[in-house]
């Protein structure tokens, strides 16, 4: 829905500043970007990476268990 209200460029930079402030908040090393649009980044922000939906799972399953 951000993506057609905002257009391409203002989403861009709308999810940059999601990375950003993510990485803050959980003192993160990287955030992981997934889902449909996640696929319309020319070029990622810095400090995320790309994953499958399928690995949220697995990963938050991980993170609970430590």
Known sequence: RGLERLGKKKWRRHVAKVVERLKEALAAD?????????????????????????????????????
């Open 30 to 66: 990287y955030v992981v970007l997934g889902g449909g649009n996640s696929k319309k980044l020319d070029t990622l922000p810095a400090g995320a990476r790309l994953g499958k939906n399928e690995n949220a799972f697995v990963g938050g399953f991980r993170l609970w268990k430590e």
